[in-house]
């Protein structure tokens, strides 16, 4: 009576993801579809007119090309940062689980009170400023907080553990006879890293790349605690919109356009991978 | 002056030392093989030579270079691993492409040798497919491609057959055996299976513990073993002390008179002899090299019977006629074949 032992196997896999399902369709799809209604519907008829004048509104450009500019630059930034030091976790490390530990040690605090540190570090009177003056390189402390360059540096805080685990998680797959038989064809130590290593850890790249993306395109606390009131981002903005002006369908529309954004940037990533390594 | 000379190497890995003083010698287009069991050293002292890793002492020199502390870049010798290590992300071609393009040759230059040794090992056509998509056979030959297209000076194999069948390993071998001879190069082939060393290699060098043992052509190691460890490798299974008489003869431990055509100066010997070479013959039975024992143990093992049979001078290990049966406690007369034991010193 096999058949039926499988059925009811069916049955009871099925009970098993049923609560999972159940959470994410009635709290996720069914907001998100009812969001997306919001944006087309302002005045309870279809209409797009809502994004007509949000794209148009200069004031919008400019924090949703901020946005973009601020959230690319992180990922660039947690690129480069974590691909070395993913690279030298995986392949050279000899306390790998100590290195990753420390690596996402960061993660264990709030976004919150990361951002307080980074303020107390980058302040007026914080480390960098006083080290920046005594040494003589700035006659007077330097506006360090509360525009991009404080986000991106808080960005690429909160979000380089991602990018350094997705690159690991790949890294530690790549066997090391290929980099000694790139070496043997005649490829220097550099040359066998980025025709082989660094093909091969695209697809970790990309992983990481989406996530830091999408994190810092949708993180909050950081651009409002880090940023100033003229470096608004979309998430802020969106709680501009709702909380402050209390125009929930602006505010939907935002979110639309983040979701939209997001997702279009995260196939580039992806295509772009494919290019350099058809087989990931 | 041999092509590639290892002079009182020490290498291995922190405090664990695999090799101990090691030397050996590899002529100009000579197929050598290096043969023992796993943990000998012989895959320490392929990577050694390949420049994967660098001894702790002693020197490497090839063709009358240092080439002890010479990059592995630099050293033009081709490596075959026994996982293949094709990279995944290239196509056959760009696999085997890679080690000219590392060279910066010209591309039709390129085109034409990779296509050459495409077809040399008959993969012509498969140069746009992805290792992935290939069999295991295929696989093998695109690696042997790869190493074999840069013309390198030495081809270093690390077991490059034990991931394959048993009947690809032999056309294989015979495949690897062939370039070889078309193309002229010296290798030296790491592997653990005694026929498949014996079959495709000039010379023969059995490791042990770190040490060469003995370092012959195969028939030599065969027939003539050095030691009681080649001896048993090499499939010797029955050993037994025997003395030089005054008469010149040899007795075994008994006393017994063994007649041996194997020749060797010394005094007391370890005679050895492989089972299908002692006859069994009825008890009783009388004659040179004659010793009567009891049948221990019987094992059919298809084409013939093992039986164990203590003697007076050990237990022997005989292939016996598989059509007659030897119950245990069977008294027989074990026949030592004259010419067939070989004299370990």
Known sequence: MKPSVNRKNRWIAAALVLPGVLFVVFFMLIPLFSLCLTSFFPDELFSLSSYFSLFGDVYFQQVFVRSLRLSLLSTAVCALLGFPTAYYIAKHSRHKGMMMAFAVFPMFTSPVIRSFSWMVILGKKGIVNSALVSLGIFAKPQGLLYNEFSMTVGFVQLFLPLMILSLIGVMDHIPDDLSEAAGSLGATKLGAFFHVVFPLSISGLVTGSVLVFTGCMTAYTTPQLLGGTDTRVLATMIYQYAMSLRDWTQASVVAVVMIVVTMMISGVFNALSRKINPMA | MALLELKGITAGYGQNVILRDFNLNVERGEFVSLLGSSGCGKTTTLRLIAGFSEPMQGTISFDGRDYTHVPLHKRNFGFVFQSYALFPHMTVFDNVAFGLKMRKLDKAVIQRDVMQMLKLVDLEGFENRYPREMSGGQRQRVALARAMVIKPDLMLFDEPLSNLDAKLRVKMRVEIRRIQQELGFTAIYVTHDQEECFAISDKVAIMNKGLIEQMDAPSTIYNSPNTEFIARFVGFEN?????????????????????????????????????????????????????????????????HNQLNVKTAIGEFVVSADQTQAFPIGTAVTLVLTENKIKLIG
């Open chain 2, 239 to 303: 050993f037994f002390e025997l003395t030089r008489m005054q008469s010149g003869g040899f007795a075994a431990a008994d006393g017994t008179a063994i007649r041996v055509a194997d020749q060797k100066p010394g005094e007391r010997f370890k005679g050895c002899i492989r089972p299908e070479d002692v006859q069994v013959r009825p008890a009783g039975e009388k004659g040179p090299n004659a010793i009567p024992g009891e049948v221990m143990v019987s094992t059919f093992l298809g084409r």
